[in-house]
């Protein structure tokens, strides 16, 4: 008989009591995730969305965010009025929850939002925002540096424009000058903030419109009608100067060059050189400040404290009245009892040629004024400067009260220079002697000239050669438009304005020719006509018509300076190709500057400035002038008139400004014109120049 094992026994059970507790335990796990016991529990996702606004104008935008809890992805994708990405009716809506609303109201205002979740799309939220009707622009409103409401601006200045409701809110817009979004240089730029700044010139017909269009819809609008007028911005920078004409106490000669800088503000300083000098002043050059006015219609006002004594200009006393053309030139005369002078400011738009290398090649050029006492002296011809203060040849044409002397050298041995300022020192050496110059730049193309010695006193200008050599017939071929004043065998104002045609070998073509003359009150217009001419290699000629005879020296192919040769006749003046034609009645259109010179019936000068205004069909609607009769000072002369049709063939025209003033206008390029006065009181001669 085998006796019980009780410690086998035990162990077996043990054994069995292990394997029946792991199998159990998988059970046991399950049932503590399941809520079971103290366990953890896994999260429920979450989708909400929100939109910057609930209600918005048609075309606008709202951005709408989203936010994702518990998912392994926070991507949505985005519906509006149940339809994905949106479409025209409810509008869209991009993948990055920015919603544009449609043009117009839909039927039902409110569109719902909806975001998917991408990773669970059972999961969606939803938001609604109002599509209200776009705000109706009620006013355009623009204010001046004043904060003042106004519609009018000057040249350079601005203006904040707005567009409001009817509750005065402000409304988001897009801004055009004239349709144009954002505008442009010729009729001003305006900000997307809608600050207008004008031109410095005003656009055709003096005003542009200004349109505020609704960025809601753009059929919403609304438009001004602006102003731009000239003031003072529109001089701004270097520019030289000159004038010329009478002293009213002996009647002689006067003449003066220079240069200044104006501020854009009203102030400019400056240098100048007067001859004859003024006996209480003693420097040379004169430094001098002063002040300017620009009015609405581009006539103004300068005056010149001499010598400086400070910025300030307080005491005058040298007083003009100036018409401006453009932001590059203006014309000037004397406005005071004691002279009667005529000239011209022009831009100085490159101060690094003020230096001696400035002038550099070959100049033609066209001095007048007196010899000696009170006769008359006009000098043309042409000189070649080296760049390093040398001028190594040149010759000249002189007519001294009706004497000729032609074709005078001028020898290598004549010098000048160029100090910083763009003043000029100049001798003119030829075998009669040496003539002292100042003169100022106006570029390397030009420059500004004024005799220093006592006698002869010679003003006038230079201009670069576009070509040096070899000149020929040929530097004169088709159209050609002319004007020369001076004076006649009596002392008495002589101008004259023409046309001809030459054919490049040195014929004017028989009839071409066309002569308004006024000789002291004596107007006559010539019957049609042909002539001759020549040009020798170095651009040296002559031209020949009935009762008629110049010198000339090329400037540019159709164009150059003239000095009359006819008999007791003392004249200069100029001779150009004409550009931009045929012209018509149409070509007079606009506002113009204008200016002339001459003489009263006394014999003694006459200065006119000032603007006018044409339609382009035959009528003046307008004109201003401002004139000095030796002395008897008349401001804002008004008047209008008439013209009569512009000739095709030859540019011509004449005016009628009510009461008695007589012009005939020949025309050289769709902004300026020749012009004669022919009334029998005097002779006066200038031009008219397009503003704008």
């Known amino acids: 008989m085998h006796q019980f094992n009780g410690s086998v026994f035990l162990q077996k059970v ?24 103290s366990g953890t529990t896994t999260a429920t996702p979450t989708l909400t969305i929100s939109c910057a606004a609930t209600s918005v104008d048609v075309n606008g935008t709202v951005q709408c965010t989203q936010s994702i809890l518990n998912l392994s992805s926070t991507l949505v994708n985005w519906e509006a009025g149940g ?3 949106g479409n025209s009716t409810f509008g869209t809506i991009d993948a990055n929850g920015k919603y544009t609303a449609p043009q117009t109201v839909p039927t039902n205002n409110v569109v719902t939002i909806t975001a998917i979740a991408q990773a669970q799309t059972s999961l969606t939220a939803t938001a609604t925002i109002t599509i209200l009707p776009a705000t109706a622009i009620s006013a355009v409103t623009c204010l001046d ?52 700044v004008a031109p410095l010139v005003p656009p055709a017909g003096g005003t542009v419109t200004i349109t505020a269009i609704s960025q809601a819809v753009s059929t919403q609008t609304m438009s001004v009608t602006v102003n731009v007028a000239f003031g003072n911005r529109v001089l701004s920078g270097s520019y030289a100067f000159s004038t010329s004409g009478r002293h009213h106490a002996t009647n002689g000669f006067f003449s003066r060059v220079g240069s200044f800088v104006a501020d854009g503000n009203g102030g400019l300083t400056g240098i100048e050189d007067v001859n004859p000098q003024p006996g209480t002043i003693t420097a040379q050059p004169i430094s001098f400040s002063g002040s300017y006015s620009i009015g609405a219609d581009g006539r103004g006002t300068m005056q010149f404290c001499e010598p400086a004594t400070g910025n300030a200009c307080t005491v005058p006393t040298s007083l003009f009245r100036v018409v401006v053309i453009s932001p590059q030139q203006a014309q000037i005369i004397d406005f005071q009892a004691g002279s009667a002078t005529n000239g011209e400011i022009v831009s100085q738009p490159d101060v690094s040629v003020f230096k001696t290398s400035g002038l550099s090649g070959g100049y033609t050029f066209s001095f007048s004024g007196i010899s000696s006492g009170t006769t008359e002296e006009s000098v043309v011809g042409e000189f070649v400067s080296d760049g390093a203060g040398k001028i190594t040849s040149g010759e000249l044409d002189t007519n001294i009260g009706g004497a000729l002397t032609s074709q005078v050298a001028i020898t290598n041995t004549s010098t000048y220079s160029v100090d910083s300022r763009g003043r000029g020192i100049a001798a003119l050496v030829t075998s009669g002697g040496t003539s002292n110059f100042i ?30 050599a070899p000149w020929g017939s040929n530097a004169l071929n088709g159209s050609i438009v002319f004007q020369t004043s001076g ?55 002559t031209i020949t018509i009935p009762n008629h005879s110049y010198v000339l020296y090329m400037i540019s192919a159709g164009n150059a300076v003239l000095q009359e040769t006819t008999a007791s006749s003392v004249a200069h003046g100029l001779l150009t190709q004409p550009q931009g034609g045929p012209f018509n009645s149409a070509s007079l259109s606009g506002s113009y500057s204008l200016v002339l010179t001459g003489q009263n019936a006394s014999k003694q000068e006459e200065d006119v400035v000032g603007q006018l205004s ?45 009461p008695t003033r ?14 004669l006065d022919t009334d029998t009181t005097g002779a006066a001669i200038g031009s008219l120049d397009k503003q704008f």
């Open 14 to 37: 043990q054994w069995q009591r292990l394997v029946l507790i792991l199998a159990l335990l998988p059970a046991l796990l399950a049932l503590n995730s399941c809520g079971g016991g």
């Open 83 to 85: 339809i994905a990405g």
């Open 145 to 196: 540096s004043t904060q003042t409401p106004s519609l009018t601006v000057k040249s350079g200045t601005s203006l904040a424009c707005t567009a409001t409701s009817s509750a005065n809110t402000s409304i988001p817009v897009n801004w055009q000058v004239n349709t144009i979004t954002g505008g442009n240089a010729a009729l001003g730029r305006i900000s997307a903030q809608g600050n207008y």
């Open 439 to 468: 003169f100022y730049m106006v570029s390397a193309s030009r420059a500004k000239f004024l005799e220093t010695d006592p006698s002869p006193i010679l003003a006038g200008d230079s201009f670069k050669q576009q070509s040096i």
């Open 487 to 541: 004076t006649n065998s009596t002392g008495a104002f002589l101008a004259d304005v023409g046309t001809f045609a030459a054919d490049g070998s040195g014929t004017i073509t028989a009839g071409s020719g066309l002569l308004d003359q006024n000789s002291g009150g004596a107007v006559t217009s010539a019957a049609p006509y042909g002539g001759t001419y020549t040009v020798d290699v170095l651009g040296r000629g």
């Open 614 to 658: 044409a339609n382009g069909t035959g009528n003046v609607t307008a004109a201003s002038l401002d004139i000095n009769n030796f002395g008897t000072l008349a401001t804002g002369q008004t008047a209008i008139g008439t013209y009569t049709a512009v000739a095709a063939s030859s540019g011509r025209t004449t005016v009628l400004l009510n």
């Open 662 to 675: 007589n012009l005939v206008l020949y025309f050289v390029s769709p902004t300026q014109a020749y012009a």
